[in-house]
């Protein structure tokens, strides 16, 4: 395993010290009232014309819209960003910081985490960074389940996979008609309650195409106006084009790669894959012994975590 944790090092040195400067972003909150839905009306904390651009607001509608609240059914044993305590709380604690310290460098708010394979934990990562973004009150949250060919997300959260990310990108839902929030029933963690869900949506035989077309960066780009995060799981970029497309509507992408899984020439044509988006860094999941760098992340995921 040391082998493996020098080269991605190496490899994540020689990027970040060629990493482009980017420039400042503004937040707009988002306003969300919750009863039997949420509902986004116009009044106090709606964003007017003067503070987001019409090119923004162009499409949304006039009328209050409505996002569903549903039951969900979390896997706590795979949500560790839950909990209140314990080694996997604190490192996600540890890369929402991280993250953070990109974002003071300039504009940061809509992050893609990806893998080079299947099984290597980009979405245990996805919706655990998402968690722990949402526990910080005054951030509003929306985690995208942006592998349309085997989303998963829905499954961690114990949420309806439909309508979603598809069923927007065909054209065929609104913004707001495929977000979705938990309801604050009982036994419902609270750290739930700052998050929306967009997820993965209905089959789709031609994910490439919807990937590519504009209606997914016309999305982060309405979305931006009432999110303070914005956290897409991705396909993985060795195996399909889709993860890339995502990633150019972006500001930033994290790499997660698998302890005692993930080869080295795996990660390095996944970061090429990725040369024309911002890579943040290398997350190392499911390690036991992390190595002590200022550009890696490290935790241990649950044993038999393969999202």
Avoid at 75 to 87: D, I, M, N
Avoid at 265 to 293: F, H, M, W, Y
């Amino acid at each position: 395993m040391s082998k493996i944790y020098e080269a991605l090092l190496r490899a994540e040195i020689e990027r970040l010290t060629t990493k482009d400067e980017v420039s400042q972003a503004t937040t707009v909150p988002l306003p969300v009232r919750e009863r039997d839905y949420a509902e986004l009306s116009a009044g106090p904390g709606w964003p007017d014309v003067d503070v987001v651009a019409s090119s923004v607001l162009n499409g949304l509608p006039s009328d209050p819209a409505k996002i569903a609240v549903k039951r969900w059914k979390p896997l706590l044993h795979q949500l560790p960003a839950l909990g209140e305590r314990g080694a996997s709380v604190e490192q996600f604690r540890t890369l929402r910081s991280r993250v953070q310290e990109f974002r003071d460098l300039g504009v940061l708010k809509t992050v893609l985490v990806s893998s080079g394979l299947p099984g290597e934990g980009k979405s245990f990562v996805s919706a655990n960074l998402a968690i722990s973004l949402a526990r910080r009150k005054q951030n509003r949250v929306l985690l995208i389940d942006g592998d349309m060919r085997r989303s998963s997300l829905h499954k961690l959260l114990g949420a309806p996979c439909e309508p979603g990310l598809t069923d927007y990108l065909s054209g065929n839902a609104s913004m707001f008609d495929v977000m979705q929030r938990a309801h604050a029933s009982d036994g419902m963690p609270s750290a739930l309650s700052s998050l929306t869900f967009i997820a993965g949506g209905g089959d789709a035989d031609n994910a490439a195409d919807l990937s590519s077309n504009n209606r997914f960066k016309e999305l982060i780009v309405k979305a931006s106006a009432f999110f303070d995060w914005i956290i897409v799981d991705s396909s993985p970029v060795n195996v399909i084009a889709d993860g890339v497309n995502l990633a150019h509507a972006c500001d930033g992408v994290l790499l997660v790669a698998r302890g005692g899984v993930t080869k080295f020439e795996t990660a390095q044509r996944a970061l090429s894959q990725l040369k024309a988006s911002n890579v943040l860094g290398i997350v190392l999941n499911a390690v036991s012994d992390p190595p002590v760098s200022g550009g890696y992340y490290g935790y241990d995921a649950p044993g038999k975590q393969t999202t």
